[in-house]
Structures are given as structure tokens and as C-alpha cells.
């Protein structure tokens, strides 16, 4: 009897079940204008491919509409991780991969965002702890004052053991974002948090640490060195250019010092003397003519600014030196003649 009763009630829900799938509508979905004007874009989609319009005009301008839509929230997320609103841009970015088909800026976004805010954590962090550990220095400098100054201990043993034991603390933490820094290879905050470190705890010192730091420290040197090089030779082409001499001069003298070198230096410094020397004899040449018409003191004018373009030119030299003194001779007789015209 008992099991007559399981079967009719096994059977009889065996029937409703296949009733309800059958005859009952699927209460999952939604209408596609009520999914779009929510904007769920992904899940319109996904309803068109069950039932099969994938390949319909619908559901091609619901793709497109779906990629213009991402295209605006992304772009949106980007200004906000440009402006360091990490909350945000991850609200904005569940939001996109909720609503929207899979795009590969998804997983790169997600990055950046997890990147970049673990990088400015890192930083106010290091900048925390490198606080703390200039108080803490302070706070020692203290202690060992009161114990200079003071005949009993009044305590500050049990000082002595609270500060240490923070010392000990802040030197790990100071060591392990030092690691963190040369994992993303800033290596001016890795010296610094290592050198504190050391500083509060001398055991802490690593071989490899310090040569990778040296190391990574030269290497951004050598960097930063080519890219004021490079910005040096490009001002140099325009001065060049715009016949910019004054500019010239200055770059050229920049760039044949030390620590700029190379082929490129070089070539960049033959050309500009080379254009300095074409535009001195120019200039000198227009001096001669000028100084043969009698035009002593413009012939002079011209002659020093060929020499101020190549100052080791003797010959401009030897006519400055003879230009000089007959304007000196000019003038002694011009003040010479008014003199006796007033007598």
C-alpha cells in the first residue's frame, strides 16, 4: 500500500514537472527593450542566441549598440584611473562586465586598476613608514638624553624594551618595501627604505640587495642621462633650423661636455660648428665691405659677432684689433674738430 502511494506520487510530479516546462513560460526572461533600456546588453544578447537570432538583423545592431556602449564606459574607467579614482573605476568596471559581452579590455582594465592603487598604496606606505622611523630615531635621541640625564633608571628600561622592539618591527617593514619598491624597479625609494632599515637594524643587510639597488640606481642614471641628451639634440635641430645662434652656441656647449656622448653628440656638434664657422666668414666677408665704404663702427659690430660664433678665428681677430684702433683715432679727432669749433 505504502509503496503504491510513493509511485502515484512520484508519477504525479514526474507530469507536473514536464507540465511546467513544457506549458509554463520561462519566467528567466526578459523582453529585449526592457534588457536594453536597462542597458544589459549581454544578457539581450545571450536571450537571442537561445532562441535562435543569433544571425538576425536585431541582433546585430544590439551588438553594435553593445560595443559603442562599452567603448564609453571603458573610456570613462580610463579617465577615472587617470584622475586616481580607484573605487570608482572598479564600480564602473563590474558594471561593464555585468551588462556587456566579453571584451579584452576587461582583464586589462582590472589589472590597471589592481596595479596602479596597489602603487600609490605603496607609496604612502613607504612615505608612512619612513616617517615613523624618523620619529623613532628622535624618540631614541630622547631616551638616550634622559639617561645622561638622570642618576636613576626611573624606568626607562621598560622604554628602552618598547622602543626596541618597534625598531626591530619598523626595520622589517621598512626591508620588505624596500623589496616591494625593486620589484617595480623604483629604485630611489628601494635605497632609501633599505638604507633606514639598515640603519635600525644593521643584520638586515643583503649582499644582493644592495648591488641589485646599486645596480638598478646606475641604470635609471643612465636613462634619465639619454633622455635629457635626446631632448638636448632635438632643441639643437630646432635651433638649428630657425638659425637660432645664440641657441646654438648654448646646446652645442652643453652637449660637448660631460655626461653627453656618442655618435649622435658628435655628429650634432660638427654639424653646429660647421653651420657657426659658414655664418662667421659670412659675416665677415659683409665687415669687410662695410669697413672698406668706411663704416668703421658696423664693420666692427659684424666682426664681433663672427667672433662670438667662432672665437678662435685669427683672422677676424686681427681686423677687430685694426678696426679698434682707428675708431679710437676717429673719435680722438672728431672730439678734436668740436673742440675747435668751439674755440
Not at 516546462?21 to 533600456?37: G, V
Not at 545592431?61 to 579614482?85: T, W, Y
Not at 616617517?131 to 631616551?143: N, P
Request: with cysteine; glycine share 2%; hydrophobic share 35%.
Amino acid at each position: 500500500m505504502f509503496n503504491l502511494i510513493l509511485r502515484t506520487l512520484i508519477l504525479s510530479t514526474i507530469i507536473f514537472t514536464i507540465g511546467c516546462s513544457t506549458n509554463s513560460p520561462k519566467i528567466w526572461f526578459e523582453s529585449t527593450d526592457n534588457l536594453i533600456s536597462k542597458g544589459n546588453f549581454k544578457k539581450a544578447l545571450s536571450q537571442l542566441e537561445i532562441e535562435g537570432k543569433k544571425n538576425t538583423a536585431l541582433y546585430s545592431r544590439i551588438s553594435k549598440r553593445d560595443n559603442l556602449n562599452a567603448k564609453s564606459k571603458i573610456n570613462r574607467i580610463e579617465k577615472e584611473l587617470s584622475n586616481q579614482n580607484w573605487g570608482l573605476a572598479n564600480e564602473l568596471l563590474s558594471n561593464l562586465i555585468e551588462n556587456h559581452t566579453w571584451k579584452k579590455q576587461f582583464p586589462l582594465l582590472k589589472d590597471s586598476i589592481k596595479r596602479l592603487s596597489d602603487e600609490e598604496r605603496r607609496i604612502i606606505q613607504t612615505n608612512i613608514k619612513l616617517a615613523q622611523a624618523s620619529l623613532l630615531q628622535s624618540k631614541l635621541a630622547q631616551y638616550d638624553f634622559n639617561i645622561r640625564s638622570q642618576n636613576e633608571d626611573h624606568g626607562w628600561s621598560f622604554s628602552k624594551s618598547i622602543l626596541s622592539n618597534e625598531k626591530n618591527q619598523l626595520a622589517k617593514a621598512l626591508y620588505n618595501l624596500s623589496v616591494q619598491a625593486l620589484s617595480v624597479q623604483d629604485y630611489a625609494n628601494a635605497q632609501s627604505t633599505y638604507s633606514q632599515a639598515l640603519q635600525l637594524n644593521s643584520e638586515l643587510q643583503k649582499f644582493e640587495l644592495s648591488k641589485t639597488i646599486n645596480a638598478g640606481l646606475n641604470k635609471s642614471n643612465h636613462k634619465t642621462i639619454l633622455s635629457q641628451q635626446q631632448s638636448l639634440l632635438t632643441k639643437l635641430d630646432t635651433a638649428l633650423a630657425e638659425e637660432d645662434y645664440q641657441s646654438i652656441i648654448t646646446l652645442q656647449t652643453i652637449l660637448s661636455n660631460a655626461p653627453f656622448k656618442g655618435r649622435e653628440v658628435s655628429a650634432a656638434i660638427n654639424r653646429s660648428s660647421a653651420i657657426r664657422l659658414k655664418q662667421a666668414k659670412l659675416l665677415e666677408k659683409q665687415a669687410d665691405s662695410v669697413y672698406r665704404h668706411g663704416g668703421v663702427s658696423k664693420a666692427i659690430a659684424l666682426w664681433k659677432q663672427a667672433k662670438h660664433l667662432v672665437p678662435s678665428l685669427s683672422s677676424i681677430q686681427e681686423k677687430l684689433a685694426r678696426a679698434t684702433k682707428v675708431q679710437s683715432k676717429l673719435i680722438q679727432l672728431r672730439k678734436r674738430s668740436e673742440l675747435e669749433l668751439k674755440n
